[in-house]
């Protein structure tokens, strides 16, 4: 952390309505996410790029959006700043989906400000992903921020306790054991470094279809983790999260009033917004569609497969 101004700055203007909070929101894994997270306002995100370490600051300025890039690779991040603000999300033909299902059509109206980021960064939310397998969100978020705290460095820029995520080839080097004491058995610490160790070949792909079949083909590595990567790294407006505990439910009941659904009737009900579906599941969770529980709470995306 550093106390210098930004090396980079750049002025956005988002679209009428434009939710800041709402489209970074999954960039985040909590309040308190070590690598990026809301202070008074703005957004501070860090990452590694080519150039190194860099940390981008995204905040409301009247209308506009002003990207402030801190680091050796704050030009890098402010270049980026439009797709990493969800600016460049697609929205074409969404509205006629929509438009197929009531419920559907008001979400899309009442949050029509809300964007998918695109980072185009896998490894970064790969390895959020993959300590997320078949655990609960607050053992998620321990390993997630002990592993971050412990492998990744300070940010630049002049907020404190801000960190760059590890670089791979560190995360690949480490025996099994060394996550451990993170709450991290051998079964994820081994998905995890078979992954840093793919790194490089994923960080090439040129769109969600061939990052799935690459990250599908490391062991370890499912649907649900393949989705929640593709997602944020291009902004992928379809990926579904086959897999998880939570998301059958809330389709079936949103879109079908049926209290359970599993996998295929999930892919069925959302089969008429394809090119859309994932972001049919985001509609659902901002408008705070929840399936009823009939047993003790469960934190979201908890105990989700692979």
């Known amino acids: 952390m550093t106390d210098t101004g930004p090396t980079a700055s750049r002025l956005l203007r988002p679209p009428e309505r434009y939710d800041l909070g709402g489209s970074l929101r999954s960039l985040a894994m909590g309040a308190h996410d070590p690598c990026a997270r809301f202070v008074d306002g703005t957004f501070w995100w860090a990452t590694r790029t080519p150039a190194g370490p860099g940390t981008l600051a995204l905040r409301r300025v009247g209308g506009d959006l002003v990207a402030d890039g801190y680091g050796p690779g704050g030009a890098w991040v402010v270049d980026r700043a439009d797709a990493v603000a969800g600016l460049r999300d697609d929205l074409t033909g969404f509205d006629r989906l929509a438009a197929g299902h009531p419920l559907v059509a008001r979400l899309a109206s009442t949050h ?167 972001r049919v599941c985001l509609l659902l969770e901002a408008g705070g569609h929840h399936a009823p529980r009939f047993g003790p709470r469960m934190p979201i995306r908890s105990f989700a497969r692979f």
Request: with cysteine; proline share 9%.
């Open 112 to 278: 029509r400000g809300l964007r998918l980021p695109a980072t185009g960064q896998i490894f970064p939310r790969l390895l959020r992903a993959i300590l997320e397998q078949k655990v609960t969100g607050k053992e998620a978020f321990r390993a997630y921020s002990a592993t971050v705290r412990r492998f990744g460095v300070p940010a630049p820029g002049p907020l404190a306790r801000l960190w760059v995520p590890p670089e791979p080839a560190v995360i690949a080097g480490q025996p099994y054991w060394v996550f451990h004491p993170f709450g991290v058995e051998q079964r994820r610490a081994e998905t995890l470094r078979r992954a840093a160790a793919e790194a490089d070949r994923l960080e090439r792909c040129a769109d969600p279809v061939e990052a799935t079949r690459r990250l599908t083909a490391v062991a370890g590595i499912g649907p649900w983790t393949a989705a929640e990567v593709v997602r944020i790294a291009f902004g992928d407006p379809d990926a579904v999260s086959v897999g998880d505990y939570h998301i059958p439910n809330t389709v079936a009941w949103a879109l079908a009033g049926e209290v359970r659904g599993d996998d295929n009737r999930m892919l069925a009900l959302l089969e008429p917004f394809r090119g859309h579906r994932g």
